[in-house]
Structure formats: structure tokens, C-alpha cells
């Protein structure tokens, strides 16, 4: 642990089996500069940069001011980069740059240069000046023309990028914007709030899925940003789902109602011929204009299902306030959506606290249209869906839990313990009937892990060992299933 004034990693190469890893040790190190960056990784590739090496500290590298730049770049050719526990504050500029810019030496062109493996997740940005993550670069189309060698050169793209479990708030321009990023992108279980602070029109969003991007996006949350929630100008063939957007725009010119703001917008900046985009299970809430804008004329078709939209501003419109749509009917399918005119008409559990889980009686429960085969078999708080085999309506699936779902499961299932477990794990259960249960261990992203089964005797309580010795520190969710009920408990691996 220590105080510096910046950081230059350049040339440095691990490899895929022995990357080089970076930790803080003893304490927490600190940036406070007035230069142009914070950290700069140039010209490395296999890099772990991780602030997790003391427990004490939720992000062992923090950059607390950069005067005159942005607080990370990653670039010169660097790939297969990993940013992990890192805080990033007070920049002038962007709180993290990924991306090669193309030169007359033509090193970075598409068709020389390929970043692979970008990881970007449970970092910290706040208090940033342009956008909160810059990945990528924007002119995926067009190129870039460098009047140095007469000619324009094409930027390179990015495969294998995963964004998640990082916290963005007072981002100057976009929250998190991805360019570029044609094959195996993520964007998932991010929070972001008040992004686009600097109101500079078209970097005005939470997350912008930019030109040349095939990138999931999914489980975050995203509240009282000044742009749209989410825009979507990438390649098609890929989804946007389990996002709760909440008074996207709603801040912005408020006196001016023709300045539109939506929860989530789709475009087209270049759409692969025959593709699709896919806009699954969101809950928007107050958007300042329109919860859903598709206006992408060049996609095969865009799905739009089981999407939920309460109190749009432009709600004195109609329907049109809640799915805007401006292309022919052949090019959109919608269905299965609720749309509320008011907040109270959802019964969501107490939106005045912005928790919009959905109450027992909703409206939104069970109308939903069955997708797991399009993947979606979790909600937004990783919890498998359907419960009662039937999908709801927006990010969240409605389920008992606690007391409530103890006393009418027929299973009585103790939380499991120890929580966080170590080496071993318990649950005790007891079920109302002689039966098969069958517990199963699911990652938070609705992967099963693991799975057995054990008779159990009525009336009869049993202590029930789980297998945890292979499992990775995070959470996981642990589901308990009779043939006739099911009860889910939380655990934590440390």
C-alpha cells in the first residue's frame, strides 16, 4: 500500500496459463495527479489488475483525482486485460479508455490487430468527466481518415468483453459505452445513476451498446440518468433483458417536453443483414418521453416481449408512449407487455424506496410469454424463472419468500448455513409429505451447478450436507423441489 502519482504499465506480457497478476499488498494504493492518467496499461497482454489483495478494502487501487486525463487507459495493442476492485474518481476526462486508436503505422487496423479478452468488473466509477467506460472505438463504420497518410484506416475490433458488477454514478457523458465489440460481449449486473450529467446531446445515456457491438445486456440497474436508459445502435443478434430503468431522462430540460428521452432506444448505425434485436423482460419506470423507442428499419424484426412500462411522460399520447415504434408492422413482433398509465396500477412493493418487485396480486404476474428457450431462465435478481411455470411481465418474477413461502411450499427449509460457508454447508428441511427432493445449486447468471436428490420422510426433519468443495467465491442460489413445491435459499462461498 501506498500514495502515487500515476501509474505506467508498458511491455509487460504474461500468457493465458500464467498471466501476470497485480495486487495491492498490506493496504490500499492511492492516485492524486495532475497528469493524463491514472493507470495506463500499454502495449501488455494477459494482465490481471485485481484490488482484492487485502480484505479490508472493497478497492485497493483508487484513483482519486486525474487532472488533466482519464483514470485508465488500456491501450498501444494491449489484449486480454483484466480491471477488477478499482476505484476511479474526479477525472477530467473518461474514467477508463479501452481501445487502440488507429495511426499511419496501420499496427491497430482491423485486419492487424483483434483485443480479445477485455473483463471489466466490481470497480468503482464516480464523479467522471466524459463517459464512465469508453470501450471500443465509435467509428466501426466509417473509419477514421488520418490526413498524415492520406487514408482512412478501420479501428480494430474486441472479442470476449464482460462488463459487470460495477457501480457508476455522476458520469459526465455516457455510463458505459461499448464500440466495436462484434463477438462475445456482456454487459450485466451493473448500477448506474445520474449518467449524462454534462448534457452533451448524443452522449447521453446509461448504457450505450454503440456501432459495430453484438453485446448482451442484462440485470443491471440503471436510475435518474439524463440520457435514455439504454441504446442500442449495435450489430443486432443479441439481447436486452432483466433491466430495470428508472426516470431515464426525467431530469433532463424537464419544462421541454419535445427533448424525448426513453428507457430504451433502438437504432441503427450498421445492422448485419438478417439479424434481429431482441428487448426482453425490462421494467421501466418514468422515463421522461417513451419507455421503449424501436426505430431500427434495417434489422429482420424486433422482439419485443414481456416487457413492463409504467407512467411514461408522454403518456397524454396513448399507447404510443409506452412502445414507440417507427418502422412497417412486418418489422416488429410485440406481445405479452403491461403498460401503466400510473405507478400504483403495477403493485409493485414500494416504488417510493425504488424497489419494484412485483406484489402477489400485480397484474404483471403470469401474463408473460414463456422464453426460456430464448435463454432467459433467471430475473434480475438471479432467481430461476418462471416460479410457477409461468413468466411475469419486466425484470423481476414474482415468488413467495420467507415466511410467506415456508408456510405455503409444503417444504420448510432453514436458511443455509454457515452463510458464507467456507468448506462445508447445510440446510435443514423438513416436507409436509414423503417425498423426492431434488436441491440444486444454480450460479447467479442461472447456470446449474450442481444437483441431487434424497428421499425425505413426512414430518421428518433432515440436516442436508451440500457439495461445495469445487465452488468459486461468489453466491449462489440454492433451490429445494418436491413434485409439488419449490423454495430457493441464498448461499455465499468465501
Given at each position: 500500500?501506498?500514495?502515487?502519482?500515476?501509474?505506467?504499465?508498458?511491455?509487460?506480457?504474461?500468457?493465458?496459463?500464467?498471466?501476470?497478476?497485480?495486487?495491492?499488498?498490506?493496504?490500499?494504493?492511492?492516485?492524486?495527479?495532475?497528469?493524463?492518467?491514472?493507470?495506463?496499461?500499454?502495449?501488455?497482454?494477459?494482465?490481471?489488475?485485481?484490488?482484492?489483495?487485502?480484505?479490508?478494502?472493497?478497492?485497493?487501487?483508487?484513483?482519486?483525482?486525474?487532472?488533466?486525463?482519464?483514470?485508465?487507459?488500456?491501450?498501444?495493442?494491449?489484449?486480454?486485460?483484466?480491471?477488477?476492485?478499482?476505484?476511479?474518481?474526479?477525472?477530467?476526462?473518461?474514467?477508463?479508455?479501452?481501445?487502440?486508436?488507429?495511426?499511419?503505422?496501420?499496427?491497430?487496423?482491423?485486419?492487424?490487430?483483434?483485443?480479445?479478452?477485455?473483463?471489466?468488473?466490481?470497480?468503482?466509477?464516480?464523479?467522471?468527466?466524459?463517459?464512465?467506460?469508453?470501450?471500443?472505438?465509435?467509428?466501426?463504420?466509417?473509419?477514421?481518415?488520418?490526413?498524415?497518410?492520406?487514408?482512412?484506416?478501420?479501428?480494430?475490433?474486441?472479442?470476449?468483453?464482460?462488463?459487470?458488477?460495477?457501480?457508476?454514478?455522476?458520469i459526465g457523458w455516457d455510463g458505459i459505452q461499448v464500440s466495436s465489440a462484434d463477438e462475445d460481449c456482456s454487459i450485466y449486473n451493473n448500477i448506474i445513476r445520474f449518467d449524462s450529467q454534462k448534457e452533451i446531446i448524443y452522449q447521453m445515456s446509461g448504457i450505450l451498446i454503440g456501432g459495430g457491438s453484438k453485446c448482451d445486456c442484462y440485470n443491471n440497474q440503471i436510475y435518474d440518468g439524463k440520457g435514455d436508459g439504454i441504446d442500442v445502435l449495435g450489430l443486432g443478434g443479441l439481447k436486452v433483458?432483466?433491466?430495470?430503468?428508472?426516470?431515464?431522462?426525467?431530469?433532463?430540460?424537464?419544462?421541454?417536453?419535445?427533448?424525448?428521452?426513453?428507457?430504451?432506444?433502438?437504432?441503427?448505425?450498421?445492422?448485419?443483414?438478417?439479424?434481429?434485436?431482441?428487448?426482453?423482460?425490462?421494467?421501466?419506470?418514468?422515463?421522461?418521453?417513451?419507455?421503449?423507442?424501436?426505430?431500427?428499419?434495417?434489422?429482420?424484426?424486433?422482439?419485443?416481449?414481456?416487457?413492463?412500462?409504467?407512467?411514461?411522460?408522454?403518456?397524454?399520447?396513448?399507447?404510443?408512449?409506452?412502445?414507440?415504434?417507427?418502422?412497417?408492422?412486418?418489422?416488429?413482433?410485440?406481445?405479452?407487455?403491461?403498460?401503466?398509465?400510473?405507478?400504483?396500477?403495477?403493485?409493485?412493493?414500494?416504488?417510493?424506496?425504488?424497489?419494484?418487485?412485483?406484489?402477489?396480486?400485480?397484474?404483471?404476474?403470469?401474463?408473460?410469454?414463456?422464453?426460456?428457450?430464448?435463454?432467459?431462465?433467471?430475473?434480475?435478481?438471479?432467481?430461476?424463472?418462471?416460479?410457477?411455470?409461468?413468466?411475469?411481465?419486466?425484470?423481476?418474477?414474482?415468488?413467495?419468500?420467507?415466511?410467506?413461502?415456508?408456510?405455503?411450499?409444503?417444504?420448510?427449509?432453514?436458511?443455509?448455513?454457515?452463510?458464507?460457508?467456507?468448506?462445508?454447508?447445510?440446510?435443514?428441511?423438513?416436507?409436509?409429505?414423503?417425498?423426492?427432493?431434488?436441491?440444486?445449486?444454480?450460479?447467479?447468471?442461472?447456470?446449474?451447478?450442481?444437483?441431487?436428490?434424497?428421499?425425505?420422510?413426512?414430518?421428518?426433519?433432515?440436516?442436508?450436507?451440500?457439495?461445495?468443495?469445487?465452488?468459486?467465491?461468489?453466491?449462489?442460489?440454492?433451490?429445494?423441489?418436491?413434485?409439488?413445491?419449490?423454495?430457493?435459499?441464498?448461499?455465499?462461498?468465501?
Amino acid at each position: 500500500g501506498s500514495e502515487k502519482d500515476y501509474l505506467l504499465l508498458r511491455n509487460i506480457h504474461g500468457t493465458e496459463n500464467n498471466p501476470i497478476i497485480i495486487k495491492n499488498v498490506g493496504s490500499e494504493v492511492i492516485f492524486n495527479t495532475d497528469h493524463y492518467f491514472g493507470i495506463k496499461i500499454a502495449n501488455c497482454s494477459f494482465i490481471k489488475f485485481l484490488g482484492n489483495g487485502e480484505d479490508n478494502y472493497d478497492y485497493g487501487f483508487r484513483i482519486l483525482r486525474v487532472g488533466n486525463g482519464s483514470g485508465i487507459s488500456i491501450d498501444e495493442l494491449s489484449t486480454n486485460i483484466e480491471i477488477a476492485y478499482v476505484e476511479v474518481s474526479n477525472t477530467l476526462i473518461a474514467g477508463l479508455y479501452a481501445k487502440t486508436d488507429p495511426d499511419c503505422t496501420f499496427a491497430s487496423s482491423r485486419d492487424n490487430f483483434t483485443m480479445y479478452s477485455l473483463h471489466i468488473h466490481n470497480c468503482y466509477f464516480h464523479d467522471i468527466g466524459d463517459e464512465g467506460m469508453y470501450i471500443g472505438h465509435s467509428k466501426y463504420v466509417q473509419g477514421v481518415f488520418l490526413s498524415d497518410c492520406d487514408t482512412t484506416i478501420y479501428p480494430h475490433v474486441l472479442k470476449d468483453v464482460k462488463v459487470y458488477d460495477n457501480i457508476l454514478e455522476y458520469i459526465g457523458w455516457d455510463g458505459i459505452q461499448v464500440s466495436s465489440a462484434d463477438e462475445d460481449c456482456s454487459i450485466y449486473n451493473n448500477i448506474i445513476r445520474f449518467d449524462s450529467q454534462k448534457e452533451i446531446i448524443y452522449q447521453m445515456s446509461g448504457i450505450l451498446i454503440g456501432g459495430g457491438s453484438k453485446c448482451d445486456c442484462y440485470n443491471n440497474q440503471i436510475y435518474d440518468g439524463k440520457g435514455d436508459g439504454i441504446d442500442v445502435l449495435g450489430l443486432g443478434g443479441l439481447k436486452v433483458f432483466n433491466n430495470l430503468i428508472v426516470r431515464a431522462g426525467k431530469s433532463f430540460m424537464p419544462g421541454n417536453q419535445n427533448e424525448y428521452k426513453h428507457g430504451i432506444y433502438v437504432g441503427d448505425v450498421y445492422t448485419t443483414p438478417g439479424s434481429s434485436f431482441k428487448i426482453y423482460n425490462n421494467t421501466i419506470v418514468r422515463p421522461k418521453s417513451f419507455g421503449i423507442t424501436y426505430n431500427n428499419n434495417v434489422a429482420e424484426k424486433g422482439y419485443l416481449y414481456n416487457n413492463l412500462i409504467a407512467d411514461p411522460g408522454q403518456k397524454n399520447l396513448g399507447e404510443i408512449a409506452f412502445i414507440n415504434s417507427n418502422v412497417p408492422l412486418s418489422k416488429i413482433e410485440v406481445g405479452n407487455n403491461y403498460n401503466a398509465y400510473e405507478i400504483q396500477e403495477v403493485k409493485f412493493e414500494n416504488p417510493g424506496q425504488d424497489r419494484y418487485n412485483l406484489l402477489v396480486n400485480s397484474p404483471a404476474v403470469d401474463m408473460g410469454k414463456n422464453l426460456s428457450n430464448e435463454g432467459i431462465t433467471f430475473d434480475i435478481l438471479n432467481q430461476p424463472r418462471p416460479f410457477n411455470n409461468v413468466f411475469d411481465a419486466g425484470a423481476y418474477e414474482f415468488r413467495i419468500i420467507g415466511i410467506e413461502e415456508i408456510s405455503n411450499s409444503g417444504i420448510i427449509a432453514s436458511k443455509v448455513f454457515p452463510n458464507p460457508a467456507k468448506h462445508s454447508a447445510w440446510v435443514n428441511v423438513k416436507n409436509n409429505n414423503s417425498d423426492v427432493l431434488t436441491f440444486t445449486i444454480y450460479s447467479l447468471d442461472g447456470k446449474l451447478i450442481s444437483t441431487f436428490d434424497k428421499f425425505c420422510s413426512a414430518e421428518t426433519e433432515y440436516k442436508i450436507k451440500l457439495n461445495i468443495e469445487n465452488l468459486s467465491s461468489q453466491f449462489y442460489i440454492l433451490n429445494i423441489k418436491s413434485s409439488s413445491f419449490s423454495v430457493n435459499r441464498s448461499m455465499l462461498i468465501d
